[in-house]
């Protein structure tokens, strides 16, 4: 848990995850399955849930090449991210929310 916002049923949290497999919404299922759906989350959560579209987005991804070589894809959160972070009262601009990303490394 990076940081926590909110109180009761306006209560958000960003996270920071590590999943070891790239199952097909396991990010998504384990959460909603602790009472703590990913805002936006029409399937798993909370249609909407204050936010416009799914709060989930892969900083970076792993992978292996079949000849054991380590590939490293990182990717920018679009606009429409962090406008959603600033939205639903977690930060209040891109550069209070990406500190905290800084402590984990992306």
Do not use: N
């Amino acid at each position: 848990v990076l940081r926590r916002y909110g109180e009761g049923g306006s209560a958000y949290m960003l996270l920071a995850l590590y999943p070891k497999t790239g199952r097909t919404h396991q990010l998504r299922v384990h959460l909603a399955s602790r009472g703590a759906p990913i805002a936006g989350d029409a399937l798993y959560g909370k249609r909407g849930g204050g936010a416009s579209r799914l709060m989930l987005h892969a900083f970076s991804v792993e992978i292996e090449e079949s000849s054991g070589k380590q590939i490293t894809i990182a990717s920018e959160p679009p606009d429409d991210f962090e406008a959603g972070l600033v939205a639903l009262g977690c930060y209040g601009g891109k550069e209070e929310w990406r500190s905290d990303l800084g402590r984990f490394g992306t």
